[in-house]
């Protein structure tokens, strides 16, 4: 049988993938790591860079190209047969990439080579992926002995296994969730675009009716819009109690996870494992990344509570002075004061953003930044016939990267947007490969046989997802560990929370925002009340997202055995939130962020504000120097983008900006520093 996972390939056939080759391509591909394990211990001749780093390097690029596949299928055509091939897999894959730092042949190779006149010579980009081995191999357990190295060793594989299975059970609780309504009446409020999608979504599934489900399109306009409290509070719980109860339940494994990854931080010699998670970010420290949080939090505190005195005035002013607000009441009302203060509402914008705009309104304005151009490519493989393929091309015609844009949900393809890098152009790469990466979203699909139509919102998170892909696309790093993404946690979503910028700016959205009928841009009064509405209750927004931040470091400096996760993350969040959380509230159940993966953004959640002050900070330089100026976005490009994990993150910015990040132009752009 020929595998197509047994050696890379560009284009990936991801058409010819199916779960029966999984389990023989990774017997092969695991064979074929060790062999390779084997032969740099063996190896006799002088340690170099080449017979040493670039070796470890690539031990496991044929695995990991494998798995990569199959967990991109995994999120976006999942199946059962595949989900079993994966579960079977992931651990074995596991416990061989575990056993790469607790080799002692190769780590006295590693050291043999740290000792030699060539590894004190090196420079750059070299000299900083030979720290990063070695600091690679002390951070997972080279030092330990026999029974520490097997205890590491089976703490992995579990973390592997129950991080795959926190996430399964999020997605198969999302999909398992659905409130249909018959009574067209009990949709007062909801836009026409909400009802036509919800029945639309009764209709694909044989119902009459009205059907809304956990998918962000469909959620998201419910809670704003539904003048129905019942289905509101129904529709909140449905959210926030995910995969705390019966078959789906994560609670057992969020506790299972906190405790592993504890054991595994002190078995490596750290407090806990915040601190292992910093030590290579740009925080450093567990300490210092609470600090971070603690010192915005006190920023925002009078903003929030003013922000919530003003809702609760307002609520007081439309429906007696007896009003009390529950979680599932919040989003309602706030859109209605919204409305009422800004005359602003999202739905009108939405026949602006139609989705073939809003993508070509991506592509130029990156063609603009960063000297690029793109095309369809019509015979890319695919894993689904609603996925579209593009060319980046450089200024010379050059291929340098292959783009796939899967943007709307489906029942077998997980929840939320992210970008995914499926290939990656280095050094060890032939050289006609462009890199290949990911840009996926759930944004609101078509009704009938009309254009698919944005919320702004949607938008934005289109922007974002761009900017990380532009990271991965624009890379010209040569070593494979330095490629695009490859960076601290906590400056890799500086790309992506700087391109949203673009889709507040005027002078952007007139490229891409026009009247499907009249050809017209957006109303300059529309625009105002766009940008004037930008800050409303950002203080909410902040505080909800220091909150998260909040339960993520506490929750892995803290160790407590006997504490239960999901109450103690409901008791911190309480504190962040403007209303009681009811008793079920359960949302880190189904926080895939922390626990769908063995690190993942765990003890990393503040890296978005850490992120967001870098990205408000740098697009002042943009705003200063022209929002189009080429030579800046050619600064930002070979500076941040280019440069991978090539160079400390913080000498990055520095190079971008002359100076150190400052937090004013953040507060600003949030109106927290009037």
């Not at 790469?100 to 740290?114: E, N, V």
């Not at 906190?258 to 494992?273: M, P, Q, T």
């Not at 509570?305 to 919040?330: F, I, K, P, R």
């Amino acid at each position: 049988m020929d595998n197509p996972l047994l050696k890379p390939a560009f284009p990936i056939p991801y058409d010819r993938v199916n779960a029966q080759h999984v389990a023989p391509a990774i017997d092969t591909l695991l064979h074929e790591a060790r062999s390779r394990i084997d032969a740099i211990v063996r190896d006799d001749a002088p340690r170099c860079f080449d017979n040493t780093i670039l070796a470890l390097e690539a031990i496991t690029e044929n695995l990991d190209y494998a798995i990569g596949i199959v967990s991109h299928l995994e999120s976006t055509a999942s199946s059962a047969a595949l989900r079993e091939a994966i579960n079977a897999a992931k651990p074995r894959v596991s416990e061989l990439c575990s056993s790469i730092p607790l080799s002692s042949g190769l780590y006295q190779a590693l050291k043999d080579y740290l000792a030699t006149e060539d590894a004190r010579s090196l420079q750059g980009p070299r000299e900083r992926c030979v720290k990063k081995w070695a600091s690679y191999f002390r951070r997972h357990g080279a030092a330990l002995g026999d029974a520490g190295k097997q205890r590491l060793t089976e703490i992995e594989v579990a973390l592997t296994k129950y991080c795959l299975q926190f996430s399964q059970n999020v997605l198969d609780a999302t999909h398992a969730f659905e409130l249909l309504i018959e009574d067209e009446t009990r949709l007062r409020g909801l836009p026409e675009s909400a009802k036509s999608a919800a029945r639309q979504s009764a209709e694909s599934k044989g119902q009459s009716g009205y059907r809304f489900t956990l998918q962000a399109p469909s959620y998201i306009a419910a809670m704003k819009h539904l003048d129905d409290r019942d289905l509101r509070e129904a529709m909140y719980r449905g959210m926030t109690a995910r995969c705390s109860s019966e078959e789906h339940d994560n609670r057992p494994l969020v506790r299972a996870i906190v405790a592993l990854r504890s054991e595994k931080a002190k078995l490596l010699g750290f407090e806990h494992f915040a601190d292992f998670v910093t030590e290579e970010r740009m925080a450093k420290s567990g300490e210092r990344a609470s600090r971070f949080v603690e010192d915005l939090k006190k920023t925002t505190l009078d903003y929030f509570q003013a922000e919530n005195e003003a809702l609760l005035a307002h609520c007081q002013g439309a429906l007696g002075s007896d009003v009390t607000l529950q979680a599932w009441d919040l989003a309602y009302h706030a859109e209605k004061f919204r409305l009422a203060r800004y005359q602003f509402d999202d739905e009108v914008l939405r026949p602006y953003f139609r989705f073939d705009r809003v993508i070509g309104g991506l592509f130029d304005i990156a063609a603009s930044l960063y000297s690029i151009r793109f095309k369809p490519w019509a015979d890319a493989p695919s894993w689904d016939d609603s996925v579209r393929a593009y060319k980046i091309l450089d200024p010379e015609g050059r291929w340098i990267a292959g783009i796939y844009v899967d943007a709307f949900p489906r029942e077998n393809k997980q929840g939320g947007a992210w970008m995914n890098g499926l290939l990656a152009r280095h050094g060890g790469t032939p050289n006609d490969w462009p890199h290949l990466g990911l840009l996926a979203a759930n944004v609101t699909p078509a009704v009938a046989d009309g254009e698919p139509q944005l919320t702004h919102r949607e938008v934005e998170t289109l922007f974002h997802e761009f900017g990380h892909l532009m990271h991965h696309c624009l890379s010209t790093a040569e070593i494979r560990s330095q490629v695009g993404t490859s960076v601290a946690w906590d400056f890799v979503e500086l790309p992506s929370q700087i391109f949203e910028n673009w889709c507040w700016e005027r002078a952007a959205l007139d490229r891409f925002a026009r009247h499907p009928e009249s050809g017209e841009t957006i109303p300059d009064d529309l625009i105002e009340s766009m940008s004037r509405a930008r800050t409303f209750r950002a203080a909410n927004g902040q505080m909800r997202q220091l909150g998260l931040a909040t339960v993520d470091l506490r929750l892995h400096i803290d160790d407590d055995p006997e504490r239960d996760p999901v109450s103690f993350a409901r008791d911190v969040l309480q504190a962040h939130s403007p209303v009681p959380l009811p008793q079920d509230y359960a949302i880190i159940a189904a926080f895939d962020h922390l626990f769908g993966d063995p690190i993942g953004y765990a003890a990393g959640y503040y890296s978005y504000k850490w992120a967001e002050v870098l990205d408000a900070d740098a697009f002042t330089r943009f705003k200063k120097e022209g929002i189009f100026n080429s030579q800046t976005g050619s600064a930002f490009r070979d500076t941040v983008l280019a440069r991978g994990d090539e160079e400390d993150p913080a000498t990055l910015f520095q190079q971008f900006m002359g100076r150190e990040p400052e937090q004013g132009p953040l507060l600003e752009r949030l109106g927290l520093n009037a």
